[in-house]
T-cell receptor, first 106, second 115 residues
Framework: DAKTTQPPSMDCAEGRAANLPCNHS???????VYWYRQIHSQGPQYIIH???NNETNEMASLIITEDRKSSTLILPHATLRDTAVYYC???????FGTGTSLTVIP | GAVVSQHPSWVICKSGTSVKIECRSL??????MFWYRQFPKQSLMLMAT?????????EQGVEKDKFLINHASLTLSTLTVTSAHPEDSSFYIC???????????FGQGTRLTVV
């Protein structure tokens, strides 16, 4: 798995888009990028994943740069319930980095 | 969606006893399972990976004789913490992945407190 680097914390106003960056410059060609989030004292929740192309589902969008060295998770309209720690994983062994603690502010 | 159920949600045990945690995939076949532990305010630390019917592969520094993992069926894996001590108190989380599926799904976690 590639090492991932994420900002330790971010704030976002309720209703606005939350853009969470992740650097994974050592990612290999066959390694996926996954995003999970963890609300306090719960197991991580799957959000989205991708290999090369941008992806969108009902929860979020994932933008992967052309060189695949970084990606951005976009929550289009953040709500208070999106407050959580967001983890970016680059690889297929599911090693977790330190994540980004996102706080959505009313 | 894919559901992974962990049991129990929390457990308190006496020092020196063993505790078993179950992880079940409810609506898919868990050909690969992952076990993690998480200390307060820290990230998840991968302990071991297991494939159904095979011995688990433990991460460096994780004692395989202390943390026994069994993955004998496609829907069930167990983690047994043997001779538990207070320093084993932690949040234990499992996840499961099906063959041909890239993403893994997580259980709700088990809070272990050893007194």
């Amino acid at each position: 798995d590639a090492k991932t680097t994420q900002p330790p914390s971010m704030d976002c106003a309720e209703g606005r888009a939350a853009n969470l960056p992740c650097n994974h410059s050592t990612i290999s060609g066959n390694e996926y990028v996954y995003w999970y989030r963890q609300i306090h004292s719960q197991g991580p929740q799957y959000i989205i994943h991708g290999l090369k192309n941008n992806e969108t589902n009902e929860m979020a969008s994932l933008i992967i740069t052309e060189d695949r060295k970084s990606s951005t998770l976009i929550l289009p309209h953040a709500t208070l319930r999106d407050t959580a720690v967001y983890y970016c994983i680059a690889g297929n062994q599911f090693y977790f980095g330190t994540g980004t603690s996102l706080t959505v502010i009313p | 969606g894919a559901v992974v159920s962990q049991h129990p949600s929390w457990v308190i045990c006496k020092s020196g006893t063993s505790v078993k945690i179950e992880c079940r995939s409810l609506d898919f076949q868990a050909t690969t399972m992952f076990w993690y532990r998480q200390f307060p305010k820290q990230s998840l630390m991968l302990m071991a990976t297991s494939n159904e019917g095979s011995k688990a592969t433990y991460e460096q520094g994780v004692e395989k004789d202390k943390f026994l993992i069994n993955h004998a069926s496609l829907t069930l894996s167990t983690l047994t913490v043997t001779s538990a001590h207070p320093e084993d108190s932690s949040f234990y989380i499992c996840s499961a992945r099906d063959t041909g599926v890239t993403e893994a799904f997580f259980g709700q976690g088990t809070r272990l407190t050893v007194v």
